[in-house]
Structure formats: structure tokens, C-alpha cells
């Protein structure tokens, strides 16, 4: 299998912070990585696809960037409605697998 | 809009099995770019992929669950379904079934795109 890491696994951030959540694969995926926020209670929400292409509806200040192994998520000007679990996952290969996520809590 | 729509028991012995169905409104299932899918959640930590069907009736599953699982799919209704065999108390979770958006190319690509709310299902005697 494909193993994902995420780091930081938490992080404390303030408002309009410019926050980046790192993923590294292993082995490599090429670009099939997506990043994934969920809130308490909630399903998941797709930000990202194709490691870099934003999803339909998803605010300009989400970025993604990466390839092969290494991947990051970017919030530039986090925004209160921000503060939630990242996750990213690959489907390069099956079985497809999430990352143990990072939590963006509120300084 | 598109909708997804999870349904089944709540509470499932150990040792039997949990059946869940998806209902899928505002879009085909026979659209030939979307995979459906489930993917679950234990308590507290990451989602773990189960399976995805395509409308023709043909599957991936995890190989961690194969021996286990089925997944069908039924256009008629617009739903699908997960049958897990065999439960454990490890397999407590929110069961989410999802949309699985594909792009062609070189290589195909997946993304869950749409989400149910999910539905919690505990094993327990």
C-alpha cells in the first residue's frame, strides 16, 4: 500500500495567518493527490484535485502544489470558517488511502 | 443538485452482517466519468477507502476488506449498496458513500466530489 504522511499533525494559527499543511507519499504518485476539509460532524469536502486544481465553489486563498512524493496545501489569509481537519489522499494506486490529517486549530 | 443519501441499521451484532444503501439523486449513475463509493471513518481518526462500483456492476475494494465485502450497484433505483460480512467491533465507523469523479487521460484520476452526511454504524453485542 501506499503510505501518507501529514505534518504538522496540529497546528495553531490566527486569523489571516498564511497556514501550508505538508503530504509525502510513499512511493511516488505523480499528481494523483487530493486534499480533503472536514469539520466535527461533517462529511469531508473536496478542496483539491490533481494535487493542484481547485474544486468548483472553493475559495482562491486554498492552493495546492507537488508532485511525485511531495505536497503541500496552502491557506493564504485563513478565515474563521478555515478552522478544521486537512486531509489529503491518493488514488494512484489501489487500495486509495487518506493521511492521518492535520488540525488547524484557533491561537 | 446532486445528492447522496445513506441509509441501513445503526447497531449490528458481532459476527453479522452491516448493509448499507446510498440513494443518489440529481445526476445518472449511468454517466460513464462517476464511480460510486464508500469510505468510513472510525471514531477519531482518518477515512479509510472500502470500495467504488461503476454502473455496469464492476468493483475495486480494498484489498485490507476484499474477502469481505460486496458493493452493487442499481440504476433502476439510483442506488447503491455495501453488504460487510463477518463484523467486528473494528468495524465501527460513519459510513460515508461518495461520488467518485474521474478524469481521463494518460492515467485516470479520482476525487470524491459528493459526500452523504454519513451514518453511524456500531458493532456491538
Known amino acids: 500500500d501506499i503510505q501518507m504522511t501529514q505534518s504538522p499533525s496540529s497546528l495553531s494559527a490566527s486569523v489571516g495567518d498564511r497556514v501550508t499543511i505538508t503530504c509525502r507519499a510513499s512511493p511516488k504518485i505523480s499528481n494523483f493527490l487530493n486534499w480533503y476539509q472536514q469539520k466535527p460532524g461533517k462529511a469531508p469536502k473536496l478542496l483539491i484535485y490533481?494535487?493542484?486544481s481547485l474544486n468548483n465553489g472553493v475559495p482562491s486563498r486554498f492552493s495546492g502544489a507537488g508532485s511525485r512524493t511531495d505536497f503541500t496545501l496552502t491557506i493564504s489569509g485563513l478565515q474563521p470558517e478555515d478552522f478544521a481537519t486537512y486531509y489529503c489522499?491518493?488514488?494512484?494506486?489501489?487500495?486509495?488511502?487518506f493521511g492521518p490529517g492535520t488540525k488547524v486549530e484557533i491561537k | 443538485q446532486v445528492q447522496l443519501q445513506e441509509s441501513g441499521p445503526g447497531l449490528v451484532k458481532p459476527s453479522e452482517t452491516l448493509s448499507l444503501t446510498c440513494a443518489v439523486s440529481g445526476v445518472s449513475m449511468t454517466n460513464n466519468i462517476y464511480y460510486w463509493g464508500w469510505i468510513r471513518q472510525p471514531p477519531g481518526k482518518e477515512p479509510e477507502w472500502i470500495g467504488t462500483?461503476?454502473?455496469?456492476?464492476?468493483?475495486h475494494y480494498a484489498p485490507s476488506l476484499k474477502s469481505r465485502v460486496t458493493i452493487s450497484a442499481d440504476t433502476s433505483k439510483s442506488q447503491f449498496s455495501l453488504r460487510l460480512t463477518s463484523v467486528t467491533t473494528a468495524d465501527t465507523a460513519v459510513y460515508y458513500c461518495?461520488?467518485?469523479?474521474?478524469?481521463?487521460?494518460?492515467?485516470?484520476?479520482?476525487?470524491?466530489?459528493?459526500w452523504g452526511q454519513g451514518t453511524l454504524v456500531t458493532v456491538s453485542s
Open positions: 489522499q491518493q488514488t494512484y494506486s489501489i487500495p486509495w488511502t
Open positions: 462500483v461503476f454502473y455496469n456492476g464492476s468493483t
Open positions: 490533481a494535487a493542484s
Open positions: 461518495a461520488r467518485a469523479h474521474t478524469i481521463f487521460g494518460v492515467a485516470i484520476r479520482y476525487y470524491f466530489d459528493y
